[in-house]
């Protein structure tokens, strides 16, 4: 696989972040299809492991070489010292109205699990059109957990995505 620090978000939380890139489409699936990097005329340029051709480090390009780019987080375990907790809602606050430009909306999945090991199915939210700002992305009534939950997001359509933080509202 390939593990990337993240120097930026490290900076902000105050603790060191580390994420992991994998390209789709590839044979193999664990890695990330950028096989070098280097710094020229201003840009990161990086070799394809897979076709061989120079690409750009593009921070407004939401594609891998035509490949949507799959963004995935997950929260730390969210517990209450093994007690049972119910979850009102869960919301991302986002930088929302990117839009994809074709009357289309981003969308945002959002799964649970409550033993680490098996997930619900995604319920998605929009992001909003083209600026279309101030939509929530709330998903509310999530019912109870005996010790623990795992909340994992998911989002790949081809817009800017900022989230700016995750609220969730729980009782127990």
């Not at 051709?53 to 490949?67: A, F």
């Not at 375990?77 to 991302?92: A, C, G, K, W, Y």
């Not at 098996?118 to 101030?134: K, L």
């Not at 623990?148 to 997001?153: A, G, K, L, V």
Request: proline share 3%.
């Amino acid at each position: 696989g390939t593990v990337v620090y993240d120097a930026k978000a490290s900076e902000l939380s105050g603790q060191k972040v580390w994420h992991q890139r994998e390209s789709h489409g590839l044979q193999d699936k664990s890695r990330w299809r950028v096989n070098s990097i280097v710094t020229a005329y201003d840009s990161l340029l990086v070799g394809d492991s897979d076709s061989g051709i120079v690409g750009k480090i593009d921070n407004d390009v939401g594609n891998d070489y035509d490949n949507p780019i799959v963004r995935d987080f997950s929260l730390k375990t969210l517990e209450n010292n093994s007690e049972p907790m119910f979850f009102n809602s869960i919301e991302v606050v986002i930088d929302s109205g990117q839009g994809l430009g074709n009357g289309n909306t981003p969308k945002i999945h959002m799964r649970y699990s409550d033993d680490a090991r098996v997930y619900t199915p995604p319920r998605s939210r929009s992001a909003g059109q083209q600026g279309q700002y101030n939509i929530k992305c709330k998903w509310d009534q999530l019912g109870t957990t005996e010790r623990y939950r795992i909340f994992n997001f998911q989002m790949s359509d081809d817009v800017h995505w900022t989230i700016l933080k995750v609220l969730v509202n729980v009782d127990g």
